[in-house]
């Protein structure tokens, strides 16, 4: 069964950058991914999510033109890169996998998500 883990939270100042990866423990060619984060007190709420063969992306109007979603297949890994950050992105930051035909669009909704990461905190402050 497939199994992701996402790295690279920490603590970072406003307006600075930081990657999140996702790695798999098998090939992800056959699958969609979405990045999601839950702030304190807050509901999960959609990030970013790439389709299958990586042609469709999709993201959250709050972070559109500062995070930018990319896949690696041959390194089973999704990556965050996420700019110009601000308080308000700090949450805990899930990635989540779902088996899709090459032709499903990007998804952004977790309710398609069936395999989900421990999640990686990211904390921005001065």
């Known amino acids: 069964q497939l199994q992701v883990v996402e790295s690279g939270g920490g603590l970072v100042q406003p307006g600075g950058s930081m990657t999140l990866s996702c790695t798999a423990s098998?090939?992800?060619?056959?699958?969609?991914i979405g990045w999601f984060r839950q702030a304190p007190g807050k509901e999960r709420e959609g990030v970013s999510c790439?389709?299958?063969?990586?042609?469709?992306?999709g993201y959250a109007d709050s972070v559109k033109g500062r995070f930018t979603i990319s896949r690696d297949n041959a390194k089973r890994t999704i990556y965050l890169q996420m700019n110009n950050l601000k308080p308000e992105d700090a949450a805990v930051y899930y990635c989540?996998?779902?088996?899709?035909?090459?032709?499903?669009?990007?998804?952004?909704?977790?309710?398609?998500?069936?395999?989900w990461g421990q999640g990686t905190q990211v904390t921005v402050s001065s």
């Open positions: 989540a996998a779902r088996s899709t035909i090459l032709t499903v669009p990007a998804s952004c909704n977790q309710a398609d998500y069936a395999t």
């Open positions: 098998r090939s992800l060619d056959r699958y969609a």
């Open positions: 790439i389709s299958r063969g990586g042609g469709d992306t």
